[in-house]
């Protein structure tokens, strides 16, 4: 049913970030790329909800808070002001955030937990093995060495308690089939094979309830049991939406999520155990779970020790928020690992983004205000420049669609960057200057107005990647965004019939390296 209010929602989360330490480069990753689809979408006219929070709970927060001599819900206070200071820097513009410590939370959890118990897929039992706090993960006995994970190297403890138990092993066959069923479910395809043989190698129980610490939610009519973190974590996604809770109306219009954006590192928890849990729970499956790579810096893995940690405010500070999100996602293929240098941000940030776009606009600011004034009518096609740019600007929405929907980001931005460089070369096919010479003031006018309308259609593809920027770029051509749809509104002459501009001023300065 096309235009249906099924069809119109769109419900995009993130990770939530636990709180044992101040966020960092690989956490503003996940979610500006979630942000831009989420802007992107409601671009599009959908009904729009985004998610992103923090997981508060578990065994690696509590000790984080011990070792700093605070309450966990200190520490959690403390950091979630941090994440929040993040997000604004960021231009975030999440619907909700979630903390795993609200009653609105626990209130979901205890009810998913309740249908799993109902269902028979939760039983009580001793669980004895290896735990990565880390990770907040039980490891494999096949996949320890000297009591460390043989795969990060991490220490692990050795865990003998009574726990209750998930029916994992039950739900390897349902997994595979509906992963087979929607090749769309897990992306990109090599961590989707990636679990597929994780899967072939058959599921154990999985132990979801601790009984040596208090800091979680604890098991309903069973207190000396937390229900164990990832189960909590999960359960975010829905219980955010007002699942458990008395007014369900969200979780209603919004689950399933049509995607859940993660680091690859958790793709195992979301992948395997959150579907077999909501299958056990009779509830519908997530739409889609796309997983994107790690970045390294210089080529180095970013650790603490090496003291190579890129922070998100430093960053911003230097370069410019909407510069560090254009960076994110225009250098790397989304779902691959990729490297940040700052010799690639400054020539992202210099050539393509001063030189290729910021001149752009400038060049056509400046020539309609000198030559013609400050109004600006409709663009026209009068020659064969004129309707080669035209072609350029027409393909654009169906290219960056294409791409925007697979979420390769670095494809949406290339096609748009090559109509910027299109519409650089028509400046100087057309030379402006010349026309002004000759007093071709009709020509000249047209010439300007496509410009124009090249700099306007531009702008709102990349509005999603950096809205701070593009609004400036909106306010100087006197164009708005209000009630702007792209489908309609991306389309060569579907503006106004008169532009007001203003006065260019540079919207992308040009930096430098920073010394070291
Ligand atoms: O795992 N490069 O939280 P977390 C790219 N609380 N992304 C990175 C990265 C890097 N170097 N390092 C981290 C958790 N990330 C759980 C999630 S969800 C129900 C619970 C990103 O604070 C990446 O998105 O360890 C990863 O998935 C997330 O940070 C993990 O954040």
Request: charged fraction near 25%; glycine fraction near 8%.
């Amino acid at each position: 049913m096309a235009g249906s209010e099924a069809d119109s929602r769109f419900y995009i989360t993130t990770p939530i970030y636990y709180v044992n330490d101040v966020p960092h480069i690989g956490h503003a990753y996940t979610t500006v790329a979630a942000d831009v689809v989420a802007r992107y979408q409601r671009l599009r006219g959908r009904d729009v909800y985004f998610l992103t929070g923090t997981d508060e709970h578990g065994l690696k927060v509590e000790r984080s808070a011990q070792r700093q001599g605070i309450a966990p819900q200190e520490l959690a206070d403390q950091v979630v002001g941090r994440y929040r200071e993040l997000w604004e820097r960021l231009e975030i513009s999440h619907d909700d955030f979630i903390r795993t410590t609200e009653d609105r939370h626990a209130a979901g959890v205890r009810k998913l937990w309740g249908l799993l118990e109902q269902s028979g897929a939760i039983y009580k039992g001793v669980y004895e093995g290896w735990y990565n706090v880390s990770d907040e993960a039980y490891v494999p006995d096949s996949q320890v060495v000297d009591g460390c994970d043989a795969e990060s190297g991490q220490p692990l403890e050795r865990v003998q308690e009574e726990s209750y138990f998930f029916r994992l092993s039950e739900y390897g066959d349902a997994l595979v089939e509906h992963i087979r069923a929607h090749p769309e479910f897990i992306q990109p395809d090599n961590f989707r094979n990636e679990i597929l043989s994780f899967l072939d190698q058959g599921l154990k129980d999985l132990s979801i309830s601790r009984t040596t610490f208090t800091w979680g939610v604890s098991v309903p009519d069973d207190p000396d049991h937390v229900i164990y973190v990832w189960i909590d974590a999960l359960t975010n996604y829905i219980s955010a939406l007002g699942y458990g809770s008395e007014n369900e109306d969200l979780y209603q219009r919004f689950w399933p999520a049509d995607l859940h954006l993660i680091g690859k590192d958790i793709l195992r928890f979301h992948a395997v155990y959150w579907p077999a849990l909501l299958m056990a729970a009779g509830l519908p499956l997530p739409r889609q779970i796309f997983a994107h790579g790690w970045w390294t810096k210089e080529g180095q893995k970013m650790s603490k020790s090496k003291g190579n940690v890129l922070d998100p405010f430093g960053l911003t500070d230097y370069y410019g928020t909407d510069q560090v999100r254009y960076f994110l996602l225009r250098e790397v293929p989304f779902g691959q690992d990729g490297d940040f240098s700052d010799a690639a941000m400054v020539r992202r940030a210099n050539e393509e983004l001063a030189n290729d776009l910021g001149n752009l606009l400038n060049r056509t600011l400046s020539m309609q205000r000198k030559y013609l004034g400050e109004e600006v009518g409709l663009p026209a096609v009068e020659t064969d420049e004129d309707a080669d740019l035209k072609a350029h600007l027409d393909g654009l929405p169906a290219a960056f669609e294409e791409h925007m929907d697979q979420l390769r980001f670095h494809r949406a931005l290339e096609a748009v960057f090559e109509v910027v460089r299109r519409g650089n070369l028509y400046v100087d096919e057309t030379a402006p200057w010349v026309l002004n010479k000759e007093g071709n003031r009709e020509r000249l006018a047209t010439v300007l107005a496509n410009l124009l309308e090249t700099v306007r259609i531009v702008d709102l593809h990349l509005w999603p990647v950096m809205p701070e920027a593009c609004n400036r770029m909106f306010m100087q051509m006197g164009y708005s965004l209000e009630g702007v749809e792209l489908d309609r509104d991306a389309q060569w002459g579907a503006r106004p019939a008169t532009l007001t501009i203003t006065k260019p001023k540079p919207v992308f300065q040009k930096v430098q390296e920073p010394e070291t």
